[in-house]
């Protein structure tokens, strides 16, 4: 076992809950499980047609996929609503199939109803992906009407096998995955200590050290995040008061995170000594603070004396979060009914102002475009082009993004027919190895689907290039037609995306922005008012989301063809954004620790703070083309995190909003 253990934990580190794990083995045994029980009915009974498999295999996937409800009852609604939705497409189709022209129409019908589905929320979205893939199977296969009934199998069983599995063998559990979540961040503390530890040696940090430290601290932040979003907040029964477990569980995640950020923010300027670091990894509080106070009196500077006293804080920090998960009141909370319960159902908004909505028509406009070209390239498999055009628009913000998820569909495809060619030609003939190679490339494909597009197409495509030569049809002509249909349904996602009401890049950063601002904002008044700990923590963390939205909306502004011409003022800008965060949240945390009301001081610096945010607010995304100080936000974080004042942290964040626009600032306080 000890041998597979650095395996184990790495899959640890990049899958803490085992979230993705459990996506790609329930994907594949629930298509597995569905095949071999058609086989059986084919072998026992009566023989199926080719849809009842095709049905059986995309609805697993489906099922596994789209469908997000909580609880094990809302899934199974969700599945049966998918489930009646796809028995309807299917049969639509073969009753459509002698009027091709009337077919092809109502498939963009099919389309446009499904997208507008997402309108509805996460049920909506799954119920239209199951009957838009039911549809395009329909009519792919072009089963008789005489086939409907043993069609029927498959959706039946993709159903009720993937609700057994979900339900039973690979269930969700959030306190399991809490638990994994609260050790994970423990060994991800570890990792970052271990690594100071290395550069205390070497006595000296390049800015690819100061790159590492930051991805470990990104990686913590996940999982903090992770555990901090499995706390049963607004269960029944679950404690929200101040002074609960719930609370003290809240703090403990946001001052480790907050704790390892400074030691990260501090070790920039000046490195502290092996000798603490290793006392801080151990746990020693007492040799750490014995060996902090010797060096803090041989301190050379300021800077090396907040290294010191940031490693002291990560001590407490880190022995904080160990005893309140070891707290009996926690494990009372941990016997709560479940996580938190889901909010009510917002009135669907169908105006022309909801983003869906747009998306919706983007979606069938591109789809007829990639419909016409496709049929003009092949009448038998121009359904490819339809199929990629419609999920170049799955999960994108703007023109930007929808640009490169049709590029990253476009580049897995291509690599994945070359490996998948390989592959299938070389196992030609053998069934089992076949077989089993294709299974692990559909669990593969659903475990990176939540890190990387171009890496499920690309394992997506060997798994189709396997089939084909398992049942036959596997030509270089086939496989070449593929990449023709998935480029021109991926450049008729692109060419709608940007002609076609197009959402701009700069459009989605400005929601995104002001989603940040306004956070910014709460946070600021919750600590004018004097508002407890519990709620500051939640709005600090809040911020933090909102800047992880604001790095994934910015994500195109930084794509291939911007990259030459502008990657500095991106990069600068978010480093600005991300120290902002950081100064707010200590501004909640030294304002809670010190359990007063603002005196005259920190309400200055918020008056302050709130001037710099109206201003920046005012100018909306110029920020991210305007042009600044390199070090800008660096600068300004390397203050002293350590210092009891929530005055400080108050006046970093007016610091760092006016650095947005220099020529505007009224002049920074700190240098």
């Not at 296969?141 to 063998?169: C, D, M, N, Q, W």
């Not at 609370?247 to 300027?269: R, W």
């Not at 603002?598 to 110029?622: C, M, Q, S, V």
Request: glycine residues 6%; neutral net charge; hydrophobic residues 50%.
């Amino acid at each position: 076992m000890g041998r597979f253990s650095p395996l184990l934990n790495r899959l640890l580190a990049s899958d803490p809950a085992l979230s993705r794990v459990k996506m790609g083995a329930r994907v594949t045994l629930a298509i597995l499980v569905s095949i071999l029980a058609l086989i059986g009915v084919h072998l026992a009974f009566v023989p199926l047609p080719p849809i009842s498999y095709a049905l059986a295999i995309v609805l697993s996937i489906e099922g596994g996929v789209a469908v997000r409800d909580r609880t094990a009852a809302d899934q199974l609604r969700t599945r049966l609503m998918g489930c009646v939705a796809s028995l309807f497409c299917i049969t639509l189709a073969a009753l459509l199939e002698d009027y091709r022209l009337v077919a092809d129409l109502v498939f963009l019908c099919v389309i446009l109803f499904a997208s507008l589905a997402r309108v509805y929320g996460p049920r909506g979205f799954a119920v239209g992906m199951f009957a838009f893939i039911s549809y395009f199977i329909g009519a792919y296969l072009k089963p008789s009407f005489a086939e409907l009934p043993l069609a029927a199998l498959g959706p039946l069983f993709a159903v009720a096998f993937g609700h057994l599995i979900r339900t039973y063998l690979l269930p969700d559990d959030w306190r399991r995955d809490l638990g994994e979540a609260l050790k994970v961040i423990q060994h991800r503390v570890s990792d970052i200590l271990e690594r100071l530890s290395e550069l205390s040696v070497a006595g000296t940090m390049t800015e690819k050290d100061r790159l590492d430290l930051r991805s470990r601290e990104e990686r913590l932040k996940d999982v903090v995040l992770m555990a901090d979003g499995l706390l049963p907040r607004r269960s029944e029964g679950a404690d929200a008061s101040e002074d609960g477990p719930l609370t003290a569980l809240s703090v403990a995640l946001f001052d480790i995170h907050l704790a390892a950020e400074s030691v990260i923010v501090t070790a920039s300027e000046a490195l502290a000594p092996r000798s603490l670091v290793k006392a801080v990894m151990r746990g020693d509080a007492a040799l750490a603070n014995d060996v902090a106070e010797v060096y803090a009196s041989q301190a050379r500077s300021p800077q090396e004396a907040e290294s010191v006293k940031a490693l002291l804080w990560l001590q407490r920090a880190s022995s904080t979060l160990t005893r309140t998960v070891d707290d009996g009141a926690l494990r009372q909370l941990m016997n709560t009914d479940g996580a938190s319960a889901a909010k009510g159902q917002e009135k669907p908004d169908f105006s022309w102002r909801n983003p869906l909505v747009r998306a919706a028509v983007q979606i069938t406009i591109a789809s007829g475009i990639a419909m016409v070209f496709g049929l003009a390239l092949s009448r038998e498999r121009w359904f490819w082009a339809v199929l990629t055009a419609f999920l170049v628009f799955n999960n994108t913000r703007s023109r930007g993004d929808a640009a490169i998820r049709a590029v990253q569909r476009s580049v897995g495809t291509l690599l994945g027919i070359v490996i998948g060619l390989a592959a299938a030609t070389l196992l030609a003939g053998n069934t089992a190895a076949t077989v089993l190679l294709a299974s692990a490339g559909v669990f593969l494909a659903f475990y990176y689907l939540q890190v990387s597009y171009a890496v499920m197409s690309f394992f997506v495509t060997i798994v189709l290039c396997l089939v084909y030569g398992l049942i036959g049809q596997l030509t270089l002509e086939v496989l070449l037609l593929r990449v023709e249909e998935t480029m021109i349904g991926a450049l008729a996602g692109i060419f709608v995306a940007f002609v076609i009401f197009p959402a701009s890049t700069r459009s989605t950063v400005e929601l995104a922005l002001a989603r940040w601002y306004d956070n910014l904002g709460q946070l600021l008044d919750a600590v004018r008012e004097g508002e407890g700990r519990y709620r500051l923590i939640e709005l600090a963390n809040r911020l933090d989301a909102a800047y992880r939205d604001l790095t994934v909306a910015a994500r195109p502004l930084g794509s291939a063809w911007s990259l030459v011409t502008r990657p500095g003022p991106i990069r600068q800008t978010l480093a600005v954004f991300l120290a902002t965060s950081y100064w707010a949240r200590i501004l909640a945390r030294d304002f809670a620790d010190a359990a007063k009301p603002a005196d005259a001081e920190l309400l200055r610096a918020i008056d302050e703070a709130r001037t710099a945010l109206d201003k920046a607010a005012a100018r909306g995304a110029d920020c991210f083309s305007s042009k600044r100080p390199r070090h800008a936000a660096t600068a300004a974080a390397m203050l002293p995190a350590s210092q009891e004042s929530a005055a400080l942290g108050a006046d970093m964040v007016a610091n760092l909003l006016n650095r947005l626009y220099p020529a505007a600032a009224d002049g920074p306080k700190y240098q």
